[in-house]
């Protein structure tokens, strides 16, 4: 089934916005089997827009408009599908009445272009926005579909998830109702995940699926059914073995984040946390003193400079090594006064087959005692220190949930990244 | 002048990469005074992107295309444009060889794939790739330029800003040289600055136009000319009058930025620089010591937690204040053993016309004195902590170029953000 995208919006053409939105429906339409061919952008113009959905409609079998479906006069998308499927515009005038109703409580006056929101194509469906006032089309002209959402992201990625994908499941006789549970693994390299999953990636419902998140791997698995509870069923057997197969290095899963699994960890025991940082220059703490809950666990942040040339925690200026990192954890929580300290020391080279690589020291101080180990990360910069950031951030959390092992050099998550 | 850019690669239809090269070309166009009626995205398929660019030609005086000129069989661009214009490939031998030594060279092989590098549609101008291998390609189609540019960003920005801007100029009839002269302003808001130069905006040789980058007002003053020279005296007497009505919010110009012209008063000096930071999370530390050249002046930075309660600073937890930075600068002065200490306090809610907006003392040690100012600023979580962070350098600069002013709570930097 080939799907066309098509985004509105004379603001895209002339690059004061990136398109990120055909980014993202473009994404979704692969993951779920649907060919792309095209997609095109045109700006506020009714005769272009008009011409743009007619080539749409003759080489697709549906076609998703995004943007231009606004309340003022630029918004043209729904003039121009009546054009195209010769249908004349109609007003859902309940719906009018709840635009009048909210703008009214809103703002106290009700410029009447609002209004436009509640027309449509006569015959056409209109699709509830979660996010905001202007109501999505689906309409079936010729044997293609044709389908309007909203520009602003937020409105258009809920409505493209649980209206249009829906609709075009249909279309393309599949079941209607999908769902992808997704495992978060940090500790193995982009590589063994595969190898060890190798034999899963060809099954088709549910299909799983990996993709790197900086440093950590997330594996995907997607069912599609007829209802929930037989996707759950699908998914469940897969889950098991996924996780079983993964063992520790799934650590969290769906929304859940390093960050929210540290916090919740340190929240369990009312410990708090404070951080002495080279490389990573204060910002393994303003991660999660940045996160939701993170303010209530977070007890300071010290960023020192290259070597750790004294300062405040009294080091003297030497090589980095796994007894600096410790030195530095247990004086920042003495710093701090906090039960739980990380430290980052900075990084020093390492010859990893002509690629820049660094060695950097983690360590990490709890109530039962002090530990440190290496990393050896590759890439430079804004890329190596997020890495040893979101490095340092799980070796805590193995720290404190006694997951703790050794680096050997040849461990993949030792130089992979 | 109407010009259509066509952005090639499936990977873009996958939403694997975000298109962030057609808003690139799409800016620049528009800034130039180019129209544009749109753009399209088309995969690695020969029969739908030469029938891609046959419309375009059709509805456009100008095409640019950018991607699918690399090495690989899925590279057909120069395929696609020898279909429409009725060429014949041909190889340039000569740029072959240069392919062939520098491939052998760093890889000691050479697949034949690279010469497709030298390859173009017969009696097409090749142009030179200033960050890689690919050559463009500019050909006049049946009165329609045809321009192919690599998809590559970096590569792609230096061949549109060197080699295609300055053609679609000649074709247009317009002066070839365009040169833009960047100054940036902190301190005013983006009204005031655009209240004070009124009357500017309307010229058009040079033309001047102002952006919003962040809390700093940029003022861009671009002329057109047949050489550098002529450029150039267009541009200097606008410099001058914008120079002297925005005054000393003109802070830097081009490539400068808060960083580097922080970095170099401090490097002057032979001052070194910490900072003790609660909203900001130590992020004016990192800021400063990730800038080139600022590892030799950042000497260390301390991020501390809600209202600033006990740790290192040894502060008692009460509301914040003037006293309250001023405290915190000396003692973060004294505790990283630098000359300058920048401190910035948590943020206290201030209603501003109901929308979110707070309160932040920002207070800066040098060896000359510590004072400390507030800034009342909209927004929330990052929007809030980018506009602290970035107040926070500025004041500091100030405060050592004395150019500090005391903020008046009328004064407009004071809450517009």
């Known amino acids: 089934m080939i799907v066309e995208v098509i985004a509105v919006g004379t603001e895209l053409l002339l690059g004061q916005i990136v398109n990120s939105n055909v980014a993202v429906i473009g994404r979704r339409l692969a993951e779920e089997g649907f060919d792309a061919h095209f997609q095109v952008t045109v700006g506020d113009n009714l005769a272009r827009l008009t011409d743009t959905i007619r080539t749409a409609v003759l080489r697709s079998d549906a076609v998703i408009l995004t943007g231009g479906i606004g309340p003022t006069q630029d918004d043209l998308t729904r003039e121009a599908i009546c054009e195209v499927a010769g249908r004349r515009m109609v007003r859902n005038e309940e719906y009018a009445n709840v635009i ?37 089309i689906s309409l079936e002209h010729e044997g293609t579909w044709l389908f309007a959402v909203p520009g602003v992201p937020s409105e258009m990625r809920v409505m493209i998830e649980d209206q249009v994908l829906p609709r075009l499941r249909r279309a393309a006789g599949e079941p209607t109702v999908l769902v992808s549970r997704v495992l978060k693994t940090w500790g193995w390299g982009e590589s063994q995940v595969a190898e060890t999953l190798d034999d899963l990636f060809g099954s088709t419902n549910p299909s799983v699926a990996f993709l790197i998140d900086g440093m950590e791997v997330q594996v995907r698995i997607t069912a599609k059914a007829e209802n929930v509870d037989l996707v759950e069923s699908l998914i469940a057997p897969v889950e098991t073995e996924v996780r079983s197969r993964l063992g520790t290095t799934v650590f969290a899963q769906g929304e859940e984040t390093i960050e929210s699994i540290l916090i919740e960890l340190l929240s369990a025991r009312a410990w708090r946390l404070g951080t002495a940082e080279g490389v990573t220059l204060g910002r393994v703490g303003a991660r999660l003193a940045a996160a939701p809950g993170g303010a209530a666990v977070f007890q300071g942040a010290l960023a020192i400079p290259a070597f750790l040339a004294s300062g405040p925690l009294q080091l003297d200026s030497r090589p980095v090594s796994a007894e600096v990192a410790v030195a530095m954890a247990d004086r920042a929580a ?26 950097v020291y983690i360590g990490v101080h709890t109530p039962s005692g002090t530990r440190a180990r290496s990393f050896r990360l590759l890439g430079e910069g804004e890329r190596f220190r997020s890495f040893a950031i979101t490095a340092a951030l799980h070796t805590a959390r193995q720290a404190i949930t006694d997951e703790w092992r050794e680096a050997s050099t040849n461990s993949p998550w030792s130089w992979q990244w």
């Open 100 to 136: 009048r109703e909210r703008i009214m409580a809103a703002r106290g006056v009700m410029p009447e272009n609002n209004l436009r929101q509640a027309d449509h194509p006569e015959g056409a469906e209109q699709l509830p926005n979660a996010n905001g006032m202007a109501l999505g």
């Open 334 to 359: 003495s710093l701090h006064g906090a039960e739980v300290a990380i430290s980052v020391t900075d990084a020093h080279p390492y010859d990893h087959q002509g690629d820049p690589a660094r060695t």
